[in-house]
């Protein structure tokens, strides 16, 4: 059955798009033959009422049914982003969770469709000689919804996994009991209309079930166990903010066509078969656009989910690609072969005059239903939903308008311009949007719904120590117990395991420990410790102050000072003390001077620290690393230097610099050459730049705000000094996975206070 899953966030686009659009188009195909075998097998054994009869239920159904296809493309949106960002566990809890609003949904449609079957058909102005026969197959089409759920419910999962063949092998094999059903109920047993509803029923039951045993039994993504079997709020709450407003917007547009419906009733059995039959037939152009759409949906969700905002793009110019040839090919096939289709289906003159009218008219304007399915789709897999709500506000507008405007001025056939004009006005809403780009702040607003959650613990240093120590017993404990999520801190951490067992996690990577081990942690690094079972582990830990320390050791040499820290604060280690024993002793002798608190320790700590952070420094140091300059006494420019680095966004001039130092601006360049070893204006630089480095790890902002930030007046300046001091351009250096701040901005972060 193909792959089992796809991901679509990579490879070449087209391609992918085709080749899972394909099978979607296939599998509603033959689910559109569902309802083409029941409406030739009516029209055919039961005759023209019962054909009109199915006809107007069809109208019926789909207002129920599109608040059911709305929760079910709310799951596949989730889902979709959750895989496409890489998080299966994410996937299983939606997975496990979409079951409950499956059921309760259920239950809501069939009550409520097993209740009001005959009002709505009332509704819809249905004539006393057809309305028990479309109740009939009403109500027995709502009380087989259950079949209909679980086809449509599993299938969305499948697909939003990137998975279409599997929906189709199954509908194809349902699709061939539903033709035996028909005949088996509808000719050989005489169960008139609700045998056609039966036959349809059943066979979406067992095509659901078949799909749904597939994705138990053959996709580990989706297996749960008995006590994973809870309903997640907030997840129930994404899928809900994504299929409410589809449920919405299908039911909005199920109205309008209930509205057109309910006026062609008006004009008597032939009209209302020719209007069944085309729009049976319209309904094969838009599985086309709707397998394009799903197709694009799919895509568009995966990549939100990787956050490749320009790779939608380009899946929505292939869908635009996909959507030409496709109804090139139709429209022409549907303008030319009108008469045959309708005599196919009926024998009756007026109605076959009156279909032929309607398909050369919406023939011409497929492809514009097409371009509006692309619309739905992006905007909706994006989150947008609003807008697509707002799509189906404009449809209900424009068609009851029209149908009303219409007919009073042209008769029946100004219906038959209603469903064109409609498409085209909820495009062009569509396409203003998209092409406005307000639906990528959507994307941003939904992501942040779904931050993983992340601890930010944070410590005060005592004043006069450059070391927090938490020693004692109270560290000896079981580590991580009921803790599913990272956390950080403010200041560089330091841990020695004495004994124990169980696993050290840096970002993603779970590094087993046992005793005699240490971790060197940068402060804002992601990390945590969890003990095996209920084992019991020894850690101490020292937090260290290391940017304040080194600036107060480096006080006359800020540019020493900050090499010392980046150096210090560039990766984690954890390792163990034969491994690294010159730092391992020094950190273990740091927690003896902490612990017992001899005469003068605080002297020797700072000693011994401070020889701890230049092991540390020298650890991290990079092999191409350039050559770095060693600052003499720098007392003479200590005012200019301190206003560089507390003023470097605004203009600075070297004349201001040497007033503010009480010497000439010759000497000045000379005192500077001679201590910095580079002259007043490439440090001006130098100390833009680090600051712009810290920006670009911090924050999401462009790089062109952050130049203005740091001092540069334009964009063009800021990348060569850039360059020129960092040796790579400032886009290259902020996807540097060095800067694991960056984790930070993704995260729900709470905060709490240590020890």
């Known amino acids: 059955m193909g792959e089992k899953t796809v991901d679509m966030t990579k490879g070449s686009i087209l391609p992918k798009m085709i080749r899972f659009a394909l099978p979607v188009l296939l599998g509603m195909l033959f689910q559109r033959i569902y309802n083409f075998v029941d409406v030739y097998i009516v029209g055919r054994y039961l005759g023209d009422e019962a054909l009109a009869a199915v006809s107007i239920a069809g109208g019926a159904m789909y207002l129920l049914f599109s608040i059911m296809m709305g929760l079910t493309t709310g799951v596949s949106v989730v889902v979709s982003q959750y895989y496409g960002g890489g998080n299966e566990k994410k996937v299983t809890e939606t997975f496990v969770s979409s079951i409950y609003v499956a059921v309760v949904s259920t239950l809501i449609i069939t009550i409520a469709g097993l209740i009001g079957a005959r009002p709505l058909l009332r509704i819809l102005q249905t004539s006393n000689d057809l309305i028990d026969q479309a109740t009939v197959y009403l109500m027995v089409v709502f009380a087989g919804a259950v079949g209909t759920m679980l086809y449509n419910w599993i299938s969305a999962v499948l697909r939003s996994l990137g998975n279409s063949v599997v929906p189709l092998v199954f509908l194809i094999i349902s699709s061939v009991l539903n033709v035996i059903l028909d005949i088996v109920f509808v000719v050989w047993i005489p169960m008139g209309v609700a045998g056609a509803a039966f036959a349809t029923v059943l066979a979406q039951l067992l095509s659901g079930i078949g799909c749904l045993v597939y994705a138990w039994k053959i996709l580990p993504i989706l297996q749960f166990t008995k006590e994973e079997l809870r309903c997640d709020r907030e997840l129930v709450k994404q899928m809900l903010i994504y299929g409410v407003p589809t449920g919405l917007q299908m039911s909005i547009i199920s109205v309008s066509d209930m509205t057109l419906q309910a006026m062609v009733n008006t004009y008597g059995t032939a009209l209302i078969v020719a209007y069944g039959v085309c729009i049976k037939v319209e309904g094969v152009g838009w599985e086309m656009a709707e397998a394009i ?17 320009d790779r939608v793009k380009q899946g929505v110019r292939c869908a635009y690609l996909m959507n030409a040839v496709c109804y090139g090919i139709f429209c022409p096939v549907i303008w030319f072969f009108a008469r045959p289709i309708m005599e196919a289906f009926t024998g009756n003159p007026e109605s076959i005059r009156y ?35 707002l799509m189906g506000v404009s449809e209900i507008i424009t068609r009851i308008g029209c149908t009303f405007l219409f007919t009073a001025v042209f008769g029946y056939y100004g219906l038959w311009w209603v469903s064109p004009l409609t498409w085209c006005c909820a495009m062009l809403v569509g396409c203003v949007r998209y092409y406005s780009g307000k639906w990528k702040k959507k994307v941003q607003l939904q992501r ?17 120590s450059p070391v927090l120590a938490l020693l004692g017993d109270k560290w000896v404990q079981n580590y991580g117990r009921e803790i599913d999520y990272l956390h950080f801190h403010n200041h560089l951490e330091v841990g020695f395991c004495y004994y124990g067992e169980g696993t050290v996690t840096f970002k993603e990577e779970d590094l087993p420990f046992d005793g005699n ?26 937090f260290i102050d ?42 273990q002798q740091i927690i003896v001077c902490m612990r017992e608190r001899k005469e003068f320790y605080l002297e020797e700590v700072k000693g011994l620290t401070l020889a701890f952070l230049l092991q540390v420094a020298r650890w991290n140091r990079e092999e191409a690393e350039k050559a770095e300059f060693e600052a003499g006494n720098t007392s003479l420019i200590t005012p200019a230097i301190d206003y560089i680095s507390e003023c470097c966004d605004r203009p600075i001039k070297v004349e ?21 070893q580079m002259s007043p204006v490439e440090y001006i630089n130098w100390v833009r730049i680090r600051t712009a480095c810290g920006e670009l790890k911090r924050t999401n902002d462009t790089v062109g705000d952050i130049a203005v930030r740091c001092g540069f007046s334009t964009l063009s300046t800021f990348n060569r000094n850039f360059h020129r001091i960092m040796g790579i351009s400032p886009q290259q250096w902020r996807k540097d996975p060095e800067h694991f701040e960056r984790k930070l901005l993704n995260c729900d972060i709470i905060a709490k206070k240590g020890w």
């Open 517 to 542: 081990m240490f971790t060197v942690v940068p402060k804002n690094f992601p990390h945590t410790t969890t003990s095996t079972g209920d084992s019991i582990s020894y850690w101490e830990w020292l």
């Open 656 to 676: 201001e610099l040497a007033a503010m130092c009480h010497i000439s601006e010759t000497h000045l360049r000379r005192v500077f050459h001679e201590c910095m």
């Open 355 to 389: 279909g032929v009218e309607y398909m050369k008219i919406f023939s011409c304007f497929f492809f514009v239903g097409g371009i509006l399915v692309v619309y739905h789709n992006i905007l909706r897999s994006a989150g947008d939903v609003t807008i697509t709500v």
């Open 293 to 309: 759409g799903t197709s694009l949906g799919t895509f568009t969700g995966q990549n939100v989910g990787a956050n490749h905002l």
């Open 546 to 587: 290391a940017d304040k320390f080194l600036r107060e050791v480096y006080k006359d040499n800020p540019r020493m000072a900050q090499k010392v820290i980046d150096r210090v604060n560039k990766r984690a280690h954890f390792v163990r003390v034969q491994d690294k024993p010159q730092i391992g002793a020094l950190v």
């Open 448 to 464: 942040g719904e779904s931050k993983p959650k992340m601890e930010y613990r944070y410590y005060e240093i005592p004043a006069g």
